[in-house]
């Protein structure tokens, strides 16, 4: 096998020649780890199941269904840990999977029921509609958007993003358009915390690898420090001038001396022109002399709530 290797830009791996979806050294941890719940699961479920068994028959034939059952549940588990990576990749794949097939059986479906015409008029109007109207056309790309976003996070986490020593990359869940771009969750896997994301250039090289303008990661939750969310940012929602129906409530025939309300401050007022007086109180005022302290309304400990009336 050659040692030149290259990675497609879906993150797979081409060496001489042969695509390969899943790292051999990630296959040989999996495999390890399946071997070993397998014997786990025979030893600790074979000898419940035998115990139990031995109660209603004879001891001999509850030991043979004790290690029947434990051996049916290793090889269940054996199984799932072993395929753990290649449905990991049907996971990030599983939005485009369900689009292919409901195009697929769709398309044979409506061939069948309608003629050839009808069917082609019905994928016009299904395609050409929401093509043709601005707000349904820009929420389909807002969905487009989050399919390639997810991949772009894949490929950076398995691109220059720190893993583990079993090589195991975090989890993308899910993904939803935003005003200002798309949010997605994450699952971090042990040995990635939010720390390596937020390091020096670590954000920004995210952003560029999505091909946006920023992104901020933050955590998604309180309770559970392996669950995050990245906010991508492509535009900025509030610099676009807003239409406000405000303007048309406010009557256009108002005379130029109508009464104003007394709350509202006089028009036209030149403050520089006031001359400054100082507030003076009147000598009729009599003045107020600060309470004395009541020996019996103060504190054990010497604190005087009038002090700081």
Same mark, same amino acid.
């Given at each position: 096998?050659?040692?030149?290797?290259?990675?497609?830009?879906?993150?797979?791996?081409?060496?001489?020649?042969?695509?390969?979806?899943?790292?051999?050294?990630?296959?040989?941890?999996?495999?390890?780890?399946?071997?070993?719940?397998?014997?786990?699961?025979?030893?600790?479920?074979?000898?419940?199941?035998?115990?139990?068994?031995?109660?209603?028959?004879?001891?001999?034939?509850?030991?043979?269904?004790?290690?029947?059952?434990?051996?049916?549940?290793?090889?269940?588990?054996?199984?799932?840990?072993?395929?753990?990576?290649?449905?990991?990749?049907?996971?990030?794949?599983?939005?485009?999977?369900?689009?292919?097939?409901?195009?697929?059986?769709?398309?044979?479906?409506?061939?069948?029921?309608?003629?050839?015409?009808?069917?082609?008029?019905?994928?016009?109007?299904?395609?050409?509609?929401?093509?043709?109207?601005?707000?349904?056309?820009?929420?389909?790309?807002?969905?487009?958007?989050?399919?390639?976003?997810?991949?772009?996070?894949?490929?950076? $986490?398995?691109?220059?993003?720190?893993?583990?020593?079993?090589?195991?990359?975090?989890?993308?869940?899910?993904?939803?358009?935003?005003?200002?771009?798309?949010?997605?969750?994450?699952?971090?896997?042990?040995?990635?915390?939010?720390?390596?994301?937020?390091?020096?250039?670590?954000?920004?090289?995210?952003?560029?690898?999505?091909?946006?303008?920023?992104?901020?990661?933050?955590?998604?939750?309180?309770?559970?420090?392996? $669950?995050?969310?990245?906010?991508?940012?492509?535009?900025?929602?509030?610099?676009?001038?807003?239409?406000?129906?405000?303007?048309?409530?406010?009557?256009?025939?108002?005379?130029?001396?109508?009464?104003?309300?007394?709350?509202?401050?006089?028009?036209?007022?030149?403050?520089?022109?006031?001359?400054?007086?100082?507030?003076?109180?009147?000598?009729?005022?009599?003045?107020?002399?600060?309470?004395?302290?009541?020996?019996?309304?103060?504190?054990?400990?010497?604190?005087?709530?009038?002090?700081?009336?």
């Amino acid at each position: 096998m050659s040692k030149s290797s290259q990675r497609s830009p879906f993150g797979w791996s081409n060496r001489g020649g042969q695509v390969t979806v899943i790292e051999a050294p990630v296959a040989r941890s999996y495999r390890r780890r399946a071997t070993i719940a397998f014997w786990v699961t025979l030893g600790v479920v074979g000898l419940l199941a035998a115990t139990v068994a031995s109660e209603y028959m004879h001891p001999i034939l509850g030991g043979l269904l004790g290690v029947v059952l434990g051996a049916v549940l290793g090889a269940v588990l054996f199984a799932l840990i072993v395929a753990w990576p290649v449905l990991r990749v049907f996971w990030h794949w599983l939005p485009e999977i369900l689009l292919g097939l409901a195009v697929v059986y769709g398309w044979t479906t409506l061939m069948q029921s309608t003629p050839l015409w009808g069917s082609l008029l019905i994928v016009a109007l299904v395609v050409g509609v929401p093509a043709a109207i601005g707000p349904a056309r820009r929420r389909v790309m807002a969905w487009v958007w989050c399919l390639i976003v997810r991949h772009r996070l894949r490929l950076c $986490f398995a691109a220059f993003i720190a893993t583990n020593r079993h090589g195991s990359l975090p989890l993308i869940l899910l993904a939803k358009p935003t005003p200002a771009g798309e949010r997605v969750w994450v699952w971090l896997r042990p040995g990635l915390s939010l720390q390596d994301l937020e390091q020096d250039g670590q954000v920004q090289k995210l952003a560029v690898a999505c091909w946006a303008n920023e992104v901020r990661v933050m955590r998604a939750g309180r309770k559970y420090a392996a $669950f995050i969310r990245l906010d991508i940012t492509r535009r900025e929602p509030l610099a676009h001038t807003v239409v406000s129906p405000l303007p048309d409530y406010v009557p256009t025939d108002i005379p130029s001396n109508a009464p104003t309300s007394p709350g509202m401050p006089p028009v036209g007022l030149d403050l520089p022109d006031v001359p400054d007086q100082p507030a003076t109180p009147p000598a009729d005022t009599p003045r107020q002399r600060k309470p004395r302290n009541n020996p019996t309304t103060a504190s054990p400990n010497g604190f005087d709530p009038s002090d700081y009336a």
